[in-house]
């Protein structure tokens, strides 16, 4: 019995202490209130460590995987259905809030007057789609701000690598090398990640906590019930059907940590790291992890999808506008979408994506401030959805590409390596 406890408390203890780091910070920050503020720092020092080497990381991952990539048939074939899983665990996050919202919608007795911003202008769609996918020079693409157009450059360059044969693919295990070197830099980095987070939470708290007792309770309640519904049930289901059934143990014994760092950073990038690390444990292709995760990272988000719906649904309300109709729920669905894949990685970086709400919908300039405080209290739940569902779109990915059977062959050679 205590060697099963050993065994136990030796695989999810790297988890168990985030999250009383996660639980102490929020004591903390409760207690002190706004002099939780001083611990910010210690937060923020791990956070932007993390940041740090998210470019590099996601450079020489991606670069190196395409640039070794068997053949381009493969490289097709795992695009192919990046797509389309991508489209279609976002749509269904998006219905199922869509259906929460219809029986239960979030502005119902909410009454919220704020001012709108002077220097607001509404989004011009089609200027948003060539700033999300272009830099105008290339010291902008080496940034944590430009994450999608340095994918779109890195698989670029990666596909021009391989074209070149034996000698690109020779550079491409070299780049290979420094990802591994990035990946052991975050092994590090991770010693300090409960102190890190705990006062990460304690100041966020401490600053914010009284707003989540506001106007937006209603509302929080029904996207975090939601969103914890789906992440523990959907993400099984995935897990089971790509593993046939063998893999969701060993899929939540990996996924904590990840999970735990993507609720306590707000960032799917600065989870990444750790992501990766996760995706290699659950026997997922090395070349499907390195270009599945980093491009999920900003192009995949279905914690973003449901919140989505629930800032359309509670624009709709405030401003008294009937949300019903299959149209207007068609609409729902596509726009949340969208908004899912134009969101950047980055704490604050649903703002994007609100904008985008209100400027297709054309709601007045007053309607952002309202969802954009809904998007910063539904951030940390909603990061914890989307980089989750990354790893979980990288094992149905895995068994589109390799066949029903991938799991299985994967334990194998890992316990043949062991």
């Not at 499907?288 to 999920?296: D, F, K, Q, T």
């Amino acid at each position: 019995m205590s060697t099963e406890t050993n065994s136990a408390w030796k695989a999810y203890r790297f988890p168990i202490i985030l999250i009383l780091g996660i639980i102490l910070g929020c004591i903390l920050g409760a207690t002190m209130g706004k002099d939780a503020l001083v611990l910010k720092p210690l937060g923020d020092l791990f956070v932007n460590a993390m940041f740090m080497i998210v470019v590099p990381l996601v450079f020489t991952t991606i670069c190196s995987s395409v640039a070794q990539m068997s053949s381009m048939e493969r490289l097709g074939k795992v695009m192919k259905w990046l797509v389309i899983v991508f489209l279609v665990t976002g749509a269904i996050a998006a219905v199922l809030m869509l259906i929460t919202v219809y029986l239960f919608p979030p502005a119902a007795g909410v009454s919220i007057a704020l001012k709108a911003p002077e220097d607001f202008q509404a989004l011009r769609t089609a200027d948003q789609i060539v700033k999300a996918i272009t830099v105008e020079d290339f010291p902008m693409l080496i940034s944590r701000r430009a994450m999608l157009p340095l994918i779109i450059f890195t698989i670029f360059f990666g596909f021009c690598l391989q074209a070149l044969g034996e000698r690109g693919r020779a550079l491409g295990r070299g780049i290979g090398v420094v990802a591994d070197a990035m990946l052991q830099m975050v092994k590090y980095l991770m010693y300090y990640a409960p102190i890190g987070l705990c006062a990460y939470f304690a100041a966020l708290v401490g600053d914010y906590g009284p707003q989540l007792l506001g106007a937006y309770l209603r509302s929080m309640i029904v996207y975090h019930v939601v969103t914890f519904a789906y992440f523990f049930i959907a993400f099984t289901l995935y897990s089971y059907y790509a593993t046939q059934g063998k893999g969701v143990g060993v899929f939540w014994k990996n996924i904590l940590p990840p999970s735990v760092m993507a609720l306590g950073s707000g960032s799917s990038n600065a989870t990444l790291p750790i992501n990766l690390e996760a995706a290699f444990n659950m026997g997922i292709p090395r070349d499907i992890a390195e270009i599945v995760l980093p491009i999920g990272a900003t192009a995949h988000m279905e914690g973003s999808c449901l919140s989505g719906i629930l800032k359309i649904s509670f624009l709709f309300g405030i401003f008294g506008i009937p949300f019903v109709g299959f149209g207007t729920m068609a609409t729902a669905v596509a726009v949340s979408v969208l908004s899912g894949v134009v969101l950047s990685g980055i704490p604050g970086g649903g703002l994007v994506g609100e904008m985008l709400i209100v400027s297709l919908y054309g709601f007045p300039p007053e309607a952002f401030p309202i969802i954009a405080t809904i998007g910063f209290l539904v951030d940390p739940a909603a990061t914890m959805v989307n980089a989750t569902g990354d790893t979980c779109s990288a094992l149905l990915i895995s068994r589109f590409v390799e066949g029903k059977d991938w799991f299985e062959k994967a334990m194998a050679a890992k316990e043949a390596e062991a």
